[in-house]
């Protein structure tokens, strides 16, 4: 059973950081995909970055790139978000996504609200 437990949401200016973390239980986190969604209020999910598994490729959603970095740290099992110069469009919940073998895994989310 593999459980996601995001951290480090909150509230923020406008030109601020934040840094999310995903904890990941369960033996596959190191042969698995990770990554991050957000979901704004009356729109649907989109994805922020993934994180293959190995060579770590990296991919982002438009609206992020350059200004988000996603990374992973395999021996604690743990995906970060590394949100830098955020805007009010960035407020969401952000959701972490483990893609294994045998299907997607979501936790619960963490909510990021950027004040202007």
């Known amino acids: 059973q593999v459980q996601l437990v995001e951290s480090g949401g909150g509230l923020v200016q406008a030109g601020g950081s934040l840094r999310l973390s995903c904890a990941a239980s369960g033996s596959i986190f190191s042969r698995s995909a990770m990554g991050w969604h957000r979901q704004a209020p009356g729109k649907q999910r989109e994805l922020v970055a993934h994180?293959?598994?190995?060579?770590?490729?990296?991919i982002y959603g438009d609206s992020v790139k350059g200004r988000f970095t996603i990374s992973r740290d395999n021996a604690n099992n743990t995906v970060y978000l590394q949100m830098n110069s955020l805007k009010p469009d960035d407020t969401a919940i952000y959701y972490c996504w483990l893609g294994g073998s045998s299907g997607d895994y979501w936790g619960r989310g963490t909510r990021v609200t950027v004040s202007s």
């Open positions: 994180i293959t598994s190995g060579v770590s490729i990296t």
